[in-house]
């Protein structure tokens, strides 16, 4: 290793690459975060010094900055020659996927999977991409899956092409210190390390690719005219996936059928983000809590996308409505939103949002955590009974006992079996 001054910034780039680079005001934001990056420690080789500068660069201005824009002039501009390195198109689809005008995203994105046809490395990256991002891609689904996904056999079943993942092993989707930390708190014998890093990476592929099928299924369900191939792919799928992940939500059912609210605590892991969880059958008008959920749906469905401003004036409105009539509301406290309380889950701070047990209070709900597990050949989705409101005389300690019950949950799930882990943000940041 050695330390690059700003100065060698010519050497490794050459003055006219730097030039063309500062032409934008993009350019010229990421020129500077170029030569302020430029004085730590690169690699020798002239090759992977600029691959290391621009990526650390690259994620700095995207992650810490919050500047797409300055990111993706600096993967295309300062090294022409690698903007296509699966690193860097990494960086600049991830810096791209954050614009509200989807097309440059997609075209780019179309174009790098006809590049990676014969470079796996790329193709990963891809995948992985889509993982993360599977709602902003859908709209280019048969092209991706057929690409990215199935590759020979396009005509597989879903079943197949999630046993290809398990033969094949899938894109690097998780912090490696994700890893380390869980193999810690586990006591996982050195030995047995790379097992349980496959395994958990597994489970976090397969999760990401259902919920990018369940997104174009979504997608499907909603266009008012689709083609016999469409229809044949809603149609098929949306069976494949039934039964691939198989869910029982008879006990929030007995709940609705009592004319009870229903709420269920849903965490980012697992297999539950693929699924409806009965929402949609059990005959109460719907609540969704959480970043994605859309804004303006037709009554009586109400939901709230956490983080918008008048998040806050909604939630106390869903307050009202909970005691008024019975509805379902999914919520996610493990969720970075809304007002935090800190807790301890083997010897780690875990801060859950307070609104899950204060709207199952207002409303006397039952409870539920969906949970899913590995059977050999599929997964099981159960919802789980946890607190019931009507059990108690008392706020405070219903919302202590559904915060024991959550906690146990995340703790059953870091110490549980890693194929049914499928880490997904939520509280996993905290064991990172």
């Known amino acids: ?171 690097a989707v998780l912090s490696p210190s994700l890893f380390t930390t869980l193999a810690a708190l586990r006591g996982t014998p050195a030995d047995e390390f790379d097992t349980l890093r496959r395994d958990i990476s597994l489970s976090r592929t397969v999760a990401g690719y259902l919920l990018f099928v369940r997104a174009d299924l979504t997608h499907l369900s909603l266009l008012a005219d689709r083609t016999p191939e469409q229809q044949h792919r809603l149609h098929n799928v949306t069976r494949e996936l039934a039964n691939y992940a198989r869910l029982d939500y008879s006990r929030a059912q007995a709940a609705a059928d009592r004319g009870q609210n229903v709420l269920i605590a849903d965490l980012h892991a697992g297999l539950s983000l693929t699924s409806g969880l009965g929402i949609g059958h059990i005959g109460l008008p719907m609540s969704v809590v959480a970043a994605a959920a859309p804004a303006n749906v037709p009554p009586p469905d109400f939901h709230i996308p956490v983080g918008v401003p008048d998040a806050q004036v909604r939630f106390l409105k869903l307050c009202k409505m909970v005691k008024a009539h019975p509805r379902v509301i999914r919520i996610f406290p493990d969720g970075p939103f809304g007002d935090q309380e800190d807790f301890e889950v083997l010897g780690r701070r875990v801060a859950l949002g307070r609104g899950a047990p204060v709207l199952a209070w207002r409303g006397r ?23 019931d409101a009507r059990d108690y005389d008392d706020g405070d300690r219903f919302a202590a006992a559904f915060f024991q019950c959550y906690l146990d949950h995340i703790r059953d799930l870091v110490l549980g079996p890693p194929i049914d882990m499928a880490p997904n943000g939520g509280f996993w940041r905290f064991f990172q």
């Open 1 to 171: 290793m050695q330390d690059f001054a700003a100065a060698r910034l010519d050497e490794l780039f050459g003055a006219q690459a730097l030039r063309a680079l500062a032409q934008t005001p993009d350019g010229e934001i990421a020129l500077q975060a170029l030569k302020d990056g430029a004085t730590g420690d690169l690699p020798r080789d002239p090759a992977g010094a600029r691959l290391v500068l621009i990526t650390r660069t690259g994620w700095s201005l995207l992650q810490s900055a919050n500047l797409p824009g300055p990111a993706i002039s600096l993967t295309r501009e300062v090294a022409p020659a690698m903007a296509d390195h699966p690193q860097l198109a990494h960086l600049r689809l991830a810096a791209m996927v954050r614009s509200p005008d989807r097309a440059p995203y997609l075209h780019e994105l179309a174009r790098l999977t006809a590049a990676a046809e014969a470079d796996p490395h790329l193709r990963a990256a891809l995948q992985s991409i889509v993982i993360y991002h599977p709602e902003a891609s859908i709209q280019i689904f048969p092209l991706l899956d057929r690409s990215l996904f199935a590759r020979e056999c396009a005509e597989s079943s879903l079943l197949d092409r999630v046993r290809k993942f398990s033969e094949e092993g899938g894109p």
């Open 365 to 387: 709900a039952a409870t539920f955590v969906p949970r899913s597990r590995w059977t050999g050949s599929s997964y099981e989705i159960v919802l789980e009974a946890g607190p």
